[in-house]
């Protein structure tokens, strides 16, 4: 079965520290990754996704992502944090080509301070 | 325009009653599903229905009853309220093997 683990529970920066989020699946085969944000108050959305090609991926408001296969890893970073990404950020993973269901890692809440 | 919008946003209600939950997609897709977030966020898939037909039904507890009626639309009926429901439900939608969730803003069931 697949699972995510997700190292980090809860992580604290400043305002433009740079941040990495662990993320590691289990899952023997080809599988799609994502990263979703949690602002607070409301729902999820997409950050970046990775199903094939360029390991390194780039999202949305300066996140990129990188694919390690060999390490069955898919790190969140971003150079410089604001205070606006503080939120809670979850990992996912689903086998492509399937019934899209996506498994989620237990999130990882970011408090970036002023 | 909400692209998934669920209804009620909040809920609260008494132990051993039955609450409704409703959800709509406007964006096309094929695919539906009902997500439950627990108090520490942890997410986890209860039930999806492919073009009103059922074709995941994870280890949910038969007083949740998920209904669609038609492929936009997907409802979750739970009977008997327990205080372990208390969560927040996640309607979402896709199309199916794209693998991209599109998520709505979520309904608060409290229960006391």
């Known amino acids: 079965a697949q699972s995510v683990s997700q190292h980090n529970h809860h992580v604290i920066l400043s305002e433009a520290a740079s941040l990495e989020l662990g993320c590691n699946y289990s899952?023997?085969?080809?599988?799609?990754l994502f990263w979703y944000v949690q602002y607070p108050g409301q729902h999820l959305q997409l950050l970046l996704k990775?199903?094939?090609?360029?390991?390194l991926v780039k999202g949305i408001k300066g996140f990129e992502a990188e694919f390690i296969k060999s390490k069955f890893s898919f790190n969140l970073r971003k150079p410089s944090v604001q205070w606006s990404d503080t939120a809670e950020y979850f990992c996912?993973?689903?086998?492509?080509?399937?019934?899209?269901?996506?498994?989620f890692g237990a999130g990882t809440r970011l408090a970036v301070h002023p | 325009d909400t692209a998934v919008s669920q209804t009620p946003k909040y809920l609260v209600t008494q132990m051993g009653n039955d609450k409704s939950i409703k959800c709509e997609q406007n964006l096309g897709h094929d695919t539906m599903y009902w997500y439950k977030q627990d108090s520490k966020k942890f997410l986890k898939i209860m039930f999806s229905?492919?073009?009103?037909?059922?074709?995941i039904n994870e280890t949910v507890p038969n007083r949740f009853s998920p209904k669609s009626p038609d492929k936009a639309h997907l409802n979750l009926h739970i009977n008997s309220l327990e205080l372990g429901d208390s969560a927040v439900y996640f309607c979402?939608?896709?199309?199916?093997?794209?693998?991209?969730?599109?998520f709505g803003e979520g309904s608060r069931l409290t229960v006391l």
């Open positions: 229905y492919n073009n009103k037909e059922l074709i």
């Open positions: 996912a993973v689903n086998a492509p080509g399937g019934y899209n269901k996506l498994i």
């Open positions: 990775y199903f094939s090609g360029d390991p």
């Open positions: 979402a939608s896709s199309h199916m093997g794209t693998g991209e969730l599109f």
């Open positions: 899952y023997g085969g080809t599988v799609n």
